[in-house]
């Protein structure tokens, strides 16, 4: 996947927002890739990744947490989305 397909991504498929929900998607295998803001906290970007390869979803790297929260279309940085099939 393009980087600059991502924000395409975003604003045409459902998602959730948060550590909570996405890790709720990836257990459950509705999500189709997760992005991660690179200056997320690091237990947060270790126990993603960790997650990911377990669950064996996409992982995409985000520049940063207020990039990813403005592409997801919330007012506020956001250290992980997880994109939904």
Do not use: H, W
Not at 21 to 49: H, P, S
Not at 62 to 83: F, H, Q, R, T, W
């Amino acid at each position: 996947m393009k980087d600059d397909d991502i924000p395409k991504l975003l604003d045409n498929q459902k998602k959730v927002v948060g550590m909570n929900q996405a890790r709720k998607a990836i257990e459950n295998g509705e999500a189709q890739v997760t992005l991660l803001a690179a200056d997320a906290e690091f237990r947060i970007i270790a126990e993603v990744r960790e997650m990911c390869e377990k669950y064996n979803c996409k992982l995409q790297m985000y520049p940063s947490m207020k990039e990813l929260g403005k592409d997801a279309g919330i007012n506020v940085g956001a250290s992980i989305v997880a994109v939904l099939k």
